[in-house]
């Protein structure tokens, strides 16, 4: 395995934009680019008020998956027609930033300081007013599947009358 990259993105720290929009991604985050991804980023609109950033390849697979919705035609056009729209196509400079488009700034709210939030396929950036929101819901208790991560319970269900999965040596809580 040697010295290549772990797949996927994640931390969360404040970085900032230029007075040209452009945005140093990570070295930590270049670094993890399959070179399949080309140095390239595709910007689009995320879920919620973010800029997403996908790396190239994973942009590929995602518009696979987008032929494949089940919408009505025109409900599927519009969405499409959105989709690759607002999508634009970032290789990094030699300083590894990316220039994000004025309407993608103007989706997020993004000046000066952005919230860069790694979500393991892609990159957010955030307004850092904005972001809080995307978080704090303070009725969703984190520990619940934090615990079941760390614990090594299955994710999903299992297998009526199968026992859950366990990662050998560790407490399962019902003790």
Not at 8 to 28: E, Q
Not at 31 to 54: D, I, Q
Not at 114 to 131: A, S, T
Not at 136 to 144: K, L, N, R, V, W
Request: aromatic share 10%; glycine share 10%; proline share 9%.
């Amino acid at each position: 395995m040697g010295n290549e990259p772990i797949p996927g993105f994640w931390g969360s720290d404040l970085y900032s934009l230029d007075d040209k929009s452009r945005l140093a991604i990570p070295s930590s985050y270049r670094y993890r680019l399959s070179p399949s991804a080309r140095g390239t980023f595709v910007l689009a609109p995320g879920l919620g008020r973010c800029v997403a950033a996908w790396p190239l390849n994973i942009w590929q697979e995602l518009l696979e998956r987008a032929e494949s919705l089940e919408l009505p035609d025109e409900e599927f056009l519009r969405y499409i027609r959105w989709l690759y729209g607002s999508a634009v196509e970032c290789l990094l400079d030699g300083q590894g930033r990316v220039r994000i488009p004025l309407h993608l700034v103007n989706f997020a709210g993004l000046k000066g300081d952005v919230q860069v939030v790694g979500m393991r396929d892609r990159i957010e950036i955030w307004h850092p007013d904005n972001y809080p929101a995307a978080t704090g819901d303070t009725t969703f208790d984190y520990q619940a599947p934090h615990r079941q991560l760390l614990v090594g319970r299955r994710l999903r269900p299992a297998a009526e009358g199968a026992k859950p999965a366990m990662l050998p040596g560790l407490p399962t809580g019902d003790e």
